[in-house]
């Protein structure tokens, strides 16, 4: 049946009986395709029926549909003609693991940072009106933790002053922490307070007797009163926003029923459906630590991870156990990633340091700043992609007061398969505009372990370490010191080589083949990149040429501010810099793309060996 659907319509078209055989082989392709390449698993079986409803209540592309999170969006990509892209999920030329407009006319928006499709639907919503296209219906899904962030409560608080804009905002509520009531009772009061007669009553109402505030203010208490007893809306319609639910979510009659309320209403409405994460798959169903919410390959019947090895997290994980058990002032904070980014055995052996914020990137950041006023030393681990959106905190709330907080900037660089706006690629430059903070980025594991001791030590101000997704490069010892800089290969002054972090390693690849072709070539290892070593001045002045490799973008990077501190000092030695496109990179493994990006040891040596013989040429008359 999945194979004959190439759209919505196609969709509308089934009967009510044949839609549980559809939820079936939705549930069957995304086991298999995430089974083999690991994916969002747990919160898209939980939305497969929810999916179908607002696909047969809605018309997508011109009902905007927006997901939030995105990763939720796998259903909506087989509901819209993309089953054959599964085959290649988060691969290169396959389907990318969030909404993509080059995918998709039904895919509006790639908002992979969460807590943005209120804001977006905001939006549409007005521009709707203001085109005079206001038969239109925006939708919104966000759900699987997105409330939590604090940008979704400011358009909330727009949206709710707008009582004229076809919004439906659908919560998807997994988290098993509402005491619901579903049945006849709510759905009848849902049904209620979405009829033009039900408004027009109680604006009669308060036309008549608001003018006796005693009178009005009971009634209008009795309302809210009963309303809230028999049908719990939590806090939406404190904010002005009709309420229809709780709604069972894998009802999909009962879903559809409720969308098609809302959207007839002709208003802002929230819709509070009820999901299991991992629903219909055993092992997400009882996987306790987070259904299954995206694993890597796995076996299909057990639900077990293939073994992947042991990566960069893995290192910081065991080592800030060890600094929670040495130091009682080490507390460590995550935005609802305590797995991904290796906090689990830390809240487990210091449940009272531990705090999980949400998808709240800046509260977390302000609030670490709140800690290390209080005397504590902050750790907050994040991807590096997400630290984009706490800047202004980390800028004003933490170096402006020369805070000790330490931010660890998990997957950083080229992370691939999560697409464009999972790259880590941007940190290296933020970062060096913020007054005050360190940098350092580590090249393999036992690096990783030094300069993050390095980093809590530090009391007079912020850090920050950085380190790539996937398996550990190997241990690269360094043969002697320049400055607080690590030699890792020492050569007569041709060309000096500084490989940032795990960069390293292609650069002493680099060194090896440029030693083939008569260049000699010495190889550093910064360790910190901000401040940059003053060692590098004299170091720079001795060689030819200065290459400087990073995986991030070329753009304000370490190869700036070599080039920056060079030109400061009067060094007058070119500087040759080796990086990212300042573009959004396609999905494709972190190997592809380095080597797409002329970032291999190979390519690395082609590049210097031009630059040389660039500057070795005659210069003719």
């Excluded at 358009?155 to 659908?170: E, G, H, T, W």
């Excluded at 049945?183 to 604006?203: I, M, P, Q």
């Excluded at 370490?558 to 990086?579: E, I, M, Q, S």
Aim: aromatic share 6%; net charge negative; glycine share 10%.
């Amino acid at each position: 049946m999945l194979g004959s659907i190439r759209g919505p319509h196609d969709v509308k078209q089934l009967g009510v009986e044949e839609l549980p055989r559809l939820a079936g082989e939705i549930r069957d392709v995304l086991v298999d395709a995430c089974a083999e390449f690991g994916g969002h698993l747990g919160p898209n079986l939980g939305v497969v029926e929810l999916t179908i409803a607002v696909h047969r209540v809605f018309d997508s592309p011109r009902d905007p549909i927006i997901w939030d999170t995105g990763h939720q969006a796998y259903v909506h990509k087989l509901l819209t003609g993309r089953l054959d892209g599964f085959a290649a999920l988060k691969q290169e030329g396959g389907l990318s693991g969030y909404p993509s407009q080059a995918e998709s006319e039904h895919d509006f928006v790639e908002n992979s940072h969460a807590s943005t499709a209120l804001s977006y639907a905001d939006g549409l919503a007005k521009a709707f009106r203001v085109r005079g296209e206001g038969d239109r219906t925006v939708v919104a899904v966000i759900g699987d933790g997105a409330l939590t962030g604090g940008m979704a409560w400011e358009a909330l608080n727009n949206i709710a002053a707008r009582r004229d804009l076809p919004l439906v905002i659908v919560v998807n509520d997994n988290g098993r922490s509402y005491s619901p009531t579903i049945g006849g009772l709510a759905s009848h009061l849902s049904s209620l307070r979405t009829n033009r007669r039900y408004e027009d009553v109680l604006e009669f109402v308060k036309e008549k007797f608001g003018n006796i505030p005693v009178l009005y203010d009971a009634l209008h208490g009795i309302k809210k009163g009963v309303k809230d007893v028999l049908a719990p809306q939590v806090m939406f319609e404190d904010l002005g926003l009709k309420y229809v639910g709780p709604i069972d979510g894998h009802d999909e009659q009962a879903v559809e029923a409720a969308l098609r309320q809302a959207r007839d209403f002709r208003g802002p409405v929230i819709v509070h459906v009820l999901t299991q994460k991992g629903h219909g798959y055993s092992p997400a169903e009882n996987h306790d630590e987070d259904q299954l919410h995206g694993p890597g390959p796995f076996d299909k019947v057990t639900g077990r991870e293939k073994p992947k090895g042991r990566i960069w997290t893995d290192v910081f994980s065991e080592e800030i156990v060890k600094l929670g058990h040495e130091r009682d002032d080490i507390v460590a904070i995550t935005a609802a990633m305590q797995y991904p980014v290796g906090l689990a055995p830390f809240a487990e052996a210091f449940p009272e340091r531990f705090y999980d914020v949400g998808i709240a990137e800046q509260h977390a950041v302000t609030s670490a700043a709140g800690l290390a006023f209080g005397g504590l030393h902050p750790v907050f681990a994040v991807y590096a992609t997400f630290l984009n959106r706490a800047f202004d905190q980390l800028l004003m709330d933490v170096a402006l007061h020369k805070l000790p907080v330490t931010f660890v900037l998990d997957r950083a660089g080229v992370t691939g398969d999560d697409g464009p706006s999972h790259n880590g690629m941007w940190d290296l430059s933020i970062l060096q505009v913020v007054p005050g903070l360190r940098i350092a980025v580590p090249r393999d594991g036992d690096r990783v372990v030094e300069l993050l001791r390095e980093a809590v030590a530090i009391e007079d101000g912020p850090t920050a370490l950085r380190y790539p997704k996937g398996a550990l490069a190997a241990p690269l010892e360094a043969i002697g010191k320049l400055g607080e800089m690590d030699v890792l290969r020492a050569a007569d002054p041709d060309v000096l080589i500084i490989g940032v972090g795990p960069m390293a390693h292609p650069c002493m690849e680099a060194a090896d083949l440029l030693d083939q072709q008569g260049i000699s070539a010495t190889v550093i290892d910064p360790r910190w990149v901000k401040p940059l070593d003053e060692a590098l001045v004299l170091a720079a002045g001795a060689h030819k040429l200065v290459a400087v490799v990073e995986d991030n973008g070329r753009v304000g990077g370490v190869g700036d501010a070599v080039a920056r501190l060079l030109r400061d000092n009067d060094v007058d030695v070119p500087v040759k810099t080796f990086g990212i496109d300042q573009c959004f990179l396609d999905v494709a493994k972190r190997a592809k793309i380095l080597g797409y990006q002329g970032l291999t040891g190979q390519d690395v040596a082609r590049g210097i060996t031009e630059a040389v013989a660039k500057r070795s040429a005659p210069i003719e008359a």
